[in-house]
């Protein structure tokens, strides 16, 4: 007899073994409140760039909002709970924009892509929140005396190289409030099986600014700045064309970087849809 599926569980390929767990169930149904995890240490630089580069990235009902700045972070997590107390790394690149749908307007930075450097977060966070997500090879943030950087590559192939230099503590004029945000702004699409380019579901998507747990232990700041290597198909068969587009890009001036030390997070679950 076929199994059925339970009403309100949450359920990922593949299905036939149950209720999945993941960042939004645990084991038994845990749920993972983000408090004490994960412990974060992330290196992010910043850059001008040319409004009309950017707006071509953005998809239908978003707009360039603000200054045309790229952030570049990358994160890396540890003593995570829904992976029992493993870790991976995150990289993303930001621009400032706004959504403007039938029912909702948001502000935010636009996640143009996010690699990782583990399979698990990357399916739940494609899948179930709509994160642009694939992957890469991200090893740890270096730190040497006031100085950070990281690369990122792809099987042998290192496609990003970002350095922070003369790090030191905010001082009070750059510890001011930062202009309030509605979230994280996303655009998820998954394909049509066998309809090949045609859309099973297309729609922006939000990461709500509030409900974070994170509590930051140290927040320096320093002098950004990040460079893109080039790449063939040879190099990057399934994305060449995302690190191009960012090698492309003018970069009018650096405006800094900084390197944060945070615990705490949260699961996600209030993403939501935007219409």
Excluded at 45 to 59: G, R, T
Excluded at 147 to 175: I, P, R, Y
């Amino acid at each position: 007899m076929p199994y059925t599926f339970q009403p309100g569980e949450m359920y990922r390929m593949p299905t036939h073994f149950g209720p999945a767990t993941g960042p939004r169930r645990g084991h038994n149904g845990r749920i993972f409140d983000g408090i004490n995890s994960p412990k974060s240490v992330s290196l992010r630089a910043s850059f001008l760039s040319n409004a009309k580069q950017l707006e071509n990235l953005l998809p239908p009902g978003f707009e360039l909002y603000g200054d045309p700045v790229v952030t570049v972070s990358e994160t890396n997590m540890t003593e995570i709970e829904w992976l029992a107390g493993r870790g991976y790394s995150v990289l993303g690149v930001t621009i400032p924009a706004r959504f403007k749908g039938e029912k909702d307007t948001a502000v935010g930075p636009f996640l143009t892509v996010l690699w990782e450097n583990l399979a698990d977060p990357i399916i739940t966070g494609r899948e179930e929140l709509g994160f642009s997500k694939i992957y890469c090879e991200l090893p740890d943030i270096r730190v040497v005396g006031d100085s950070a950087g990281t690369q990122a590559s792809w099987l042998g192939f290192t496609f990003l190289d970002m350095e922070v230099s003369n790090l030191k503590a905010k001082s009070n004029a750059e510890s001011a409030s930062p202009e309030k945000i509605d979230g994280q702004l996303h655009y998820k699409y998954m394909p049509r099986t066998g309809e090949w380019g045609t859309a099973d579901t297309q729609y922006a998507v939000i990461t709500p600014a509030e409900g974070s747990h994170a509590v930051v232990h140290e927040d320096l700041v320093g002098d950004g700045k990040l460079s893109w290597n080039p790449a063939r198909w040879e190099d990057l068969p399934t994305f060449y064309q995302v690190v191009n587009a960012f090698a492309d890009l003018e970069v009018k001036e650096f405006l800094g970087g900084g390197l944060t030390r945070s615990t705490g997070g949260k699961d996600f679950s209030d993403q939501h849809i935007l219409h």
